[in-house]
């Protein structure tokens, strides 16, 4: 038996790692903090409330396969933070199927999305291990709400939003504006269509009387877990920040991206956008506050005769992605997966479940469900 702890976390120097790192010290799980830098990464630990209650190391590591594959060997579980993932995962993923570790990341890129289920999704499950990207709040949590409309037989589309409170952290920002030069798609009748880069909405937000502005946000995860899912046809998904401000500024650097950035060769384009990603948010947001920063995930699901609306009102959605990613590990540090390869959280786990680990921590609300069944 192998005397490494069983999780790692990569990435840890942002945001979203420290939270993990803080939802592993409540579940009381081992983990190895690994990144370039073991200084940093020492460093921002340190910071981390109550880390001196856990049991961690940390590890430097370079960012090759051969590397990766040897820090993973004897690990049981990776959570990945470092993005963009098209541009940073393919390693990380290839490392974890040679060493025979389930993964999951925080990922928002749908390409990222598809690519690991074309690419990887039947190795890893050849081989009985989970491969669950995409495991965040402003996707598992709107998931969550999805299924709990499905549990009423008949209904086959879903139309999905999800809002925050608040600013998007300096990786998040990167990977917003990765996704501006790719395409993405909703799904409608089962076969994905391609988003205008210029679709925007005003919506009506649950719970207030004003609207808000939302995005396709890269197409979001939504579309590719519910594809193979024998009950939805139809599934659109939007959403964004309630900040309008955030949201015009996304709306005009679309524009530059669509006239400038995408005639530009692929080396400066990334550079490009890097920029202008840093010029928006360049440092580190402040630590949440549970009674500003709230969510809502909100979701329509229709049939041919009969309709379900579930409402999920949350707080500290970047504390909801730290929790998620850490019960992953958790729980697969005991148990297996209800499914292998390929799979979102509540295929893995069951959306039940997930919203009752979401509720312990007093992160979500009890779901608003409204059913008029045929």
């Not at 199927?97 to 993964?103: D, E, M, T």
Request: some cysteine; overall charge neutral.
């Amino acid at each position: 038996m192998s005397s490494k702890k069983p999780v790692v976390i990569y990435g840890i120097t942002g945001y979203t790692g420290r939270l993990v790192a803080e939802y592993l010290r409540e579940y009381r799980m081992p983990f190895i903090a690994a990144g370039r830098d073991a200084k940093r990464i020492q460093e921002v630990l340190d910071k981390v409330p109550g880390i001196e209650n856990a049991e961690y190391e940390v590890a430097q590591v370079e960012h090759t396969v051969e590397a990766l594959t040897e820090l993973l060997k004897g690990t049981k579980v990776m959570c990945n933070m470092v993005g963009p993932f098209m541009n940073y995962g393919s390693e990380v993923v290839e490392a974890c199927l040679a060493a025979g570790v389930h993964y999951t990341d925080t990922n928002g890129e749908q390409n990222w999305m598809m690519a690991c289920e074309e690419k990887w999704g039947a190795k890893f499950e050849k081989k009985s291990l989970l491969l669950s990207p995409g495991m965040a709040q402003m996707y598992t949590t709107g998931e969550i709400a999805a299924n709990i409309c499905l549990e009423t037989p008949g209904l086959d589309s879903l139309d999905i939003l999800v809002l925050w409170k608040g600013f998007p952290t300096y990786a998040s920002t990167q990977t917003i504006f990765s996704i501006l030069t790719a395409d993405f798609f909703y799904l409608e009748q089962k076969q994905y269509v391609q988003w205008s880069p210029f679709a925007k909405a005003e919506v009506m937000v649950p719970g207030q009387h004003e609207v808000a502005m939302a995005l396709p946000w890269g197409g979001t995860a939504h579309p590719v877990w519910f594809k193979n899912d024998p009950r939805v046809a139809n599934c659109k998904a939007m959403g964004g920040v309630f900040e309008r401000s955030v949201m015009e500024g996304v709306v005009q650097i679309t524009s530059v991206v669509e006239e400038k950035i995408k005639k530009m060769p692929k080396a400066e384009q990334a550079a490009a956008l890097s920029e202008m990603a840093a010029s928006l948010q360049a440092g580190m947001p402040p630590r949440e506050n549970h009674r500003i920063n709230t969510s809502v995930d909100s979701v329509h699901a229709s049939g041919p005769a009969g309709r379900a609306h579930c409402v999920i009102h949350g707080t500290c959605n970047y504390k909801q992605t730290g929790l998620l990613q850490a019960y992953t590990a958790y729980h697969l540090c005991q148990a297996p997966p209800k499914r292998y390869g390929f799979a979102s959280g509540c295929q893995a786990f069951g959306h039940r479940e997930l919203l009752g680990v979401l509720q312990s921590f007093g992160l979500v609300k009890k779901p608003e469900l409204t059913v008029n069944a045929p």
